[in-house]
């Protein structure tokens, strides 16, 4: 059960964390003008200390609730969820980190609408995971009951 909320935790922080960004950040890079490849780069490095250590650990117990799923909540679930860190992982790794090293040279239209584009597909498989692991604590809720 504890695996299960720190995971719950982990995610939801990630969902929101990924919201900020898309809603919020994202957007403002076309604002900041003149120096826009230090703010690039400080973001980059940034945003990698608070998100990498959640990202890794998110994975991991991920991983773990898949291998060992608690009994209250589908097998096949806890591998959807799996499935899903993967294409987010995939996303982050082949379209998000290669979109900001292009922008950390300097702003450029086309790469920004990329990149805020692109990342919709990511903010969207968090949200689906946020929404599946808040089903599994519902159903932890229903069994404690």
């Known amino acids: 059960m504890s695996l299960l909320v720190v995971q719950a935790a982990l995610t939801w922080t990630l969902v929101g964390l990924i919201l900020t960004v898309q809603l919020v950040h994202y957007p403002l890079f076309s604002h900041v003008g003149a120096g826009y490849a230090t703010y690039q780069q400080e973001h980059v ?78 903010t969207l498989l968090w949200v689906l995971r946020g929404v599946l692991v808040g089903w599994w604590v519902l159903q932890a809720g229903v069994h404690q009951a």
Do not use: C, K, Y
Request: no cysteine.
């Open 45 to 122: 490095r940034r945003i990698t200390w608070l998100v990498a250590p959640l990202m890794l650990a998110e994975l991991a117990t991920g991983a773990a609730l898949a291998l060992h799923p608690p009994p209250f909540v589908p097998v096949a679930s806890t591998w959807v969820g799996l499935a899903l860190l993967a294409l987010i992982w995939l996303s982050t790794a082949l379209i998000q980190s290669p979109t900001h090293r292009h922008l950390a040279t300097g702003f450029d239209p086309a790469w920004h609408s990329w990149l805020l584009t692109t990342n919709w597909a990511r």
